[in-house]
């Protein structure tokens, strides 16, 4: 198993232009979360989803979007990006049985000019 | 609601010395916990979790956490420290139940080995 992938590594954006970053499991996990990461502040939780269709907000949704058309894909994505929102970004999935911890991806940095 | 506070924000101690990470949590429910690692340029990996059962709890690399009730404690030990072990430490938190995706984390410790 490959895990949890996301792509791009890297991006710079300039304000006001448009991303979406990418994120796939193959773990057949029902559950799956994006999570910022900026220094001091941990990590905090934009959306999730508890399957295919169901998505909801976390703690700082703003400016971003969420969609789960498939139990394997997650994509996030800014609408019209801000320098508020330079940082990393992680995707994360669990099931719903079982083991309980979330799998982390190797995360998304994120620069904004 | 849940939160996590994680009592120093860098923790510097000497190879062979005792590791001893603090977090502390609230929790309107039972509380799900969990110790996470961050090295450089990585993703998270997790070291150890509680659920339910026993209250100390072994993990990979040789740490091991106990969560105290009483206190609302889950503070993360190892007893002889490798240089291997420099990295970013985080605690996290979650409701039991269906909570699975909601993770509340503390804002992170680093941990610094010296020779």
């Known amino acids: 198993n490959a895990g949890v992938t996301q792509t791009p590594k890297f991006q710079v954006l300039k304000t006001g232009q448009s991303m979406t970053l990418q994120c796939a499991q193959d773990m057949n996990h029902e559950y799956m979360s994006w999570y910022r990461q900026d220094p001091g502040m941990g990590l905090r939780l934009i959306h999730y989803s508890v399957g295919a269709g169901i998505t909801d907000q976390g703690e700082v949704p703003n400016g971003y979007n969420v969609s789960r058309s498939t139990t394997e894909d997650f994509p996030l994505r800014l609408l019209s990006a801000a320098p508020s929102q330079t940082s990393v970004y992680f995707c994360a999935s669990t099931r719903t049985s079982g083991s309980v911890e979330q799998y982390f991806g190797p995360g998304t940095r994120l620069t904004v000019t | 609601a849940q939160s996590v506070t994680q009592l120093g924000s860098h923790v510097s101690v000497s190879e062979g010395a005792l590791v001893l990470l603090r977090c502390n949590y609230s929790s309107s429910v039972p509380p799900y916990l969990f110790w996470y690692v961050q090295y450089p340029n990585q993703g998270l990996q997790l070291l150890l979790k509680?659920?339910?059962?026993?209250?100390l709890v072994k993990g990979i690399n040789g740490f091991e956490a106990e969560f105290k009730k009483s206190e609302t404690s889950f503070h993360l030990t190892k007893p002889s420290a490798h240089m291997s072990d420099a990295a970013e430490y985080f605690c996290a938190v979650r409701a039991g139940g269906t909570s699975y995706g909601k993770l509340t984390f503390g804002q992170g410790t680093i941990l610094t080995v010296h020779p």
């Open positions: 509680y659920t339910t059962g026993a209250t």
